[in-house]
């Protein structure tokens, strides 16, 4: 079904929140959570196993993301539909918001994308994902307990035929100070960790730390994590138990310096 | 009445939105525009005398800002209630969003806030405030339109016994570009017009423009007019016939750069 056909009534698609009471100052986000395409859009074209791909959300970073929400007592929040449709993590100009290509494969359904459409899909998925978060970063805000945004992706190990050597990617935007203390406690890990690998904020990777981390001086970062870690629930769970304690650290290390 | 005696259900107070449609790439922002003291707060414990001053609201500005968005076809947001229940260009742990006091006044009903009340003023009016101006904002974004925030404050002519000589002052956050537009533009007004004046970024004034025009990289400007010449209905249109001119002439300025 194609996207122009179908720019009147969806949604809205609200945000996943996990775990709301939790005590932990992080607030975990996973915009490539899911890769569900609901009606009206349906598959975008796509082969079922295109949507099962990397193309169509970030395989294993939800189950790690779970991991570490449980392990830290945070909050999660995480998206209802796949980032073929709306990417979370754009803005609504940006071409990768309903992307036409990508990597190597051609997204029909988003080959020629209307102004109205671009709206519905803002309206429909963007808004109420982005409007969630801010409810909740800004409820603790005034409760006196100022959150932490940690944002949890995979990215794939073999990109546009080139293997990538980064196993655990530290991302930030302005501010470098928690990734910073996240790569100083990842040595004990045993993965080659890297700092704004294996692409950084000059990619406009970072647009949820952007909006609502910057505005409000929170500390934060993006975690990438080589999906070929993640593979299974056993996998997700182990890293999860591998990562949670560098996270710990580092927020102790934050607050120390606080 | 006690504002701690009231923190459960009240709201949302949407904000005003006139001229939606408006055709300009402006969008003004009035966030003092009201003082309206509804219930549960009421009046705080101030006398009518202080809920006509400036500490309850910006005299003159939504006067202006409306004369200015019907000028350029512009859309106009604006408050519902007056900062002083909750100021909407600060953010929810700010001083300054329930302000115990302002300038020479103390205000009774905000001497003692408990979190689970400055959350409830944050969920019925800041919240509302800030995402419904981002749909605003992401909705035209989203259909390739992009908007240029400028915020119509006012300021008192004396303040803590001190007179202000400046009548027009241009305020910026971090991208100064229209900012200095506009005041290359404002010598034809004939008005005291001073860039970062009465007071600046530094002084925690431009949460508006960082939460809403910095993320997307929006053109943004604060525009600060001395009370006293926009005392009357007559003396605002007055005003808004002034600045106008220079509004868009810093646009075709923007334009042309861009």
Redesign the interface.
Known sequence: MRAQDNSSAAGPFLPHVENGTGQSPVIFVCEHASNALPQPWGDLGLSAEQTRAHIAWDPGALGLARGLARRLDATLIHAPVSRLIYDLNR???MAGAMPARSEVHDIPGNAAIS?AE??A???AI??PW??GL??LI??R????R?PVIVTIHSFTPIYHGKARAVEFGIIHDADPTLALSILAASGQTGLNAQLNEPYSAADDVT?TL??HA???ALQNAMLEIRNDLIATPEAEEAMAERLAPILSAALRAEERAA
């Open positions: 803005a609504p100009d102004a671009r709206l899909r803002t309206e963007y808004l982005a409007n801010h409810n800004a409820a805000i005034a409760m006196g100022r647009h952007r909006l910057t505005p409000y």
